[in-house]
């Protein structure tokens, strides 16, 4: 039987991911946070729900317990939990937001990994840790803990891989892009927070409330990053990283020199 530690299990995104590997056959310990879509989830066969807390080492020593008392080994770990941002870096909570999102995106996969990593071994498993496109591409206006925790995320896989190739046990970065989730509704509620408090950028917000709205609007199927997380998990040969569900034109953004795509930014926002 091969088991998978999955951390975010109760996002929706998490949720989606859980369902298509335990449909199969993988045993998935579903890692999260909120009780109620932790019991769905338990009704689920194949899955074993753990309630821990990425960013509490006690919780997750919690966990480790409840693992050990049905394996020794763990043929993978998807580290899934994360939160994303929109605030102004020079108003309102920004360094606490910018706080919560490492110790959560970034310091919550260290914990997990390295708190697990001998089962990984014994398995002779694979990491897989959920970055973004957020990872990889120019980082945008207001966005900046997200990019922020996701370009570590970024920095700290690559490294990880390339001191784990030497133990013969697999890194892989997962890049989604915007799918539909709750988590879409999460940022619109904290961009309609800073439009309101903001003292420098009440304009500029307005005129990108539409662009917001239109982003939020196009998010992909969460069925087909599951698709590609299943993919990541079952390969024998994975890649380094998998992108599923960037837009084109984001896409195209990126062969633009940085000069041009600032200048790009603010021709946007002064029309």
């Keep these: 039987?091969?088991?998978?530690?999955?951390?975010?299990?109760?996002?929706?995104?998490?949720?989606?991911?859980?369902?298509a590997l335990a449909t199969r056959g993988y045993t998935i310990f579903a890692v999260g946070t909120n009780t109620q879509k932790l019991a769905e989830l338990g009704a689920i066969s194949n899955v074993i729900p753990v309630k821990a807390d990425v960013s509490d080492g006690e919780s997750l020593r919690a966990a480790r317990q409840i693992v050990d008392g049905y394996t020794d080994k763990l043929y993978a770990i998807v580290n899934f939990a994360g939160l994303t941002g929109f605030c102004s870096m020079v108003e309102g909570n920004c360094v606490e937001l910018t706080e919560k999102l490492l110790q959560v995106n970034v310091m919550g996969m260290v914990r997990v990994n390295r708190l697990f990593f001998d089962m990984v071994h014994a398995g002779r498993g694979r990491i897989i840790n959920c970055s973004s496109e957020a990872g990889?591409?120019?980082?945008?206006?207001?966005?900046?803990?997200?990019?922020?925790?996701?370009?570590?995320?970024?920095?700290y896989s690559d490294s990880l891989r390339r001191e784990l190739m030497y133990l013969d046990i697999p890194v892989i970065k997962l890049q989604p892009g915007s799918f539909?989730?709750?988590?879409?509704?999460?940022?619109?509620?904290?961009?309609?927070?800073?439009?309101?408090?903001?003292?420098?950028y009440k304009n500029v917000l307005t005129r990108m409330k539409p662009l917001m709205t239109q982003e939020l609007a196009g998010g992909s199927d969460p069925?087909?990053?599951?698709?590609?997380?299943v993919k990541a998990v079952k390969s024998g040969h994975p890649r380094l990283?998998?992108?599923?569900?960037?837009?084109?034109l984001l896409a195209l953004l990126e062969i633009l020199p940085d000069r041009w795509l600032d200048a790009m930014y603010k021709a946007m926002m002064n029309r």
């Design 180 to 200: 539909k989730t709750r988590l879409l509704d999460n940022i619109n509620d904290q961009f309609e927070k800073t439009l309101s408090e903001t003292q420098y």
């Design 241 to 248: 990283a998998y992108r599923v569900g960037t837009g084109k």
């Design 223 to 229: 069925r087909k990053l599951a698709a590609v997380l």
């Design 1 to 19: 039987m091969d088991y998978i530690l999955f951390t975010g299990a109760t996002g929706g995104l998490g949720s989606e991911c859980v369902k």
């Design 136 to 155: 990889w591409m120019t980082p945008q206006p207001f966005a900046a803990p997200y990019f922020l925790s996701k370009y570590a995320v970024e920095a």
